[in-house]
C-alpha cells in the first residue's frame, strides 16, 4: 500500500514539472525572447540588402585614355566611346528596340550648367527656383541654341545614344547604381523637398557625372520619334526632322520610374513648359518643366577662348 501510494505521487509531480515547462516555452515564444540553438548560433548571418547592392566602380582607363581625360576642358570629364545595347524592350513603347550603338570618345560636363554659367553668358536667369549654383531651368531648346552659339565651339548638345550611354556608366540595370531606387545618386520627388539643389550633392556616376538622375531634365540633340528606326549604328543622331526634341532623366519632382536610364520624354523646342491635360480632358494646363542641360564636346574639337572663361 505504501508502495503505491509513493508511486502516484512520483508520477504526479512528474507530469506537474512537464505542464510547466510547456508554459514557459508558450510565453517566451509569444514574447520574441526565444534564443537560437547552438546550430543556429554558429550559421553565419544573413548578409542584409545594403551589403549586396550594386556599387557604382568608377570606369578605368588605359594609360592612353588617361592622357585624353587629362586634356578634358575645364568642367568635364572624358567619356571612353564604346558600343552599348540602347533602349528597353520591357518597358514604354518609345524606348523600343533595343539596338545595339557604337560611339566615339567624346567629353561631357561633370555638373548640369548653372544659373551662374547661364546668367554671365547670356545676362539673364530665366529659372523659377533660383540659386546661382542650382541648375538653369526653365530654358527651352532655342534658347540654349544662344547659349551654344556664345560658348564659340566648346559646347554641343549631346546626342539621345550619348547621353544614355554616358548615362548607363556601363551598368545594365534601371539606374546606374543598380534596380532599386537609391537616394544617394539623385534628387527626385520622394527626397528632394520640392526643388532643385546645387549641381554635385549626390554621388556620381561610373565615369564621375553628377545629376545625371533627377535634379532638372536634361534636353538632348535629338529629334523625338516615338520607337526607333535603326539607322546608322555609329554615332546616330536621331531623325533628320521632327516636331519635338528629346530630354532625359528626371527632375527632382519626378517619380524614381522616371529616372530609368532609358526613359524618353519629348517637348517642344519652343517650350518651357510641359502641356498638362486635366483629368476630364476639358482644359490644359501648363506645369513648370525643369529642364536644363549640360555641355558636350567632341573629342576631335579644338577648344576655343570664349567669353564664359
Known sequence: MRFLI????SLLLVLGAGCSGNDDREETSEKGELFPSESEESSPDLTSPAETAEKV???QLSPEDQEKAKLAPEGMVFIKGGCYVMGNDYAQEDEKPEHEVCLDDFYLDKYEVTQGRWEKLLGFNPSKLIGPDHPVEQVNYVEVQEFLEKSNGQCRLPTE????????????????WGNMMDEAYAWYKDGSGETTHPV???KPNQYGLYDMMGNVWEWTNDWYEPYYQIREKKNPKGPATGEYRVIRGGAFDSSAGALRITNRIWLHPKNRVFPKVTTYGQAINEVYNYIGFRCAQSISSQPKKTSEE
Open 57 to 59: 566602380v568608377p570606369v
Open 200 to 202: 554635385g550633392q549626390k
Open 6 to 9: 509513493f508511486f502516484i505521487l
Open 161 to 176: 545614344a550619348e547621353w544614355e550611354y554616358a548615362a548607363r556608366g556601363g551598368a545594365d540595370a534601371r539606374y546606374f
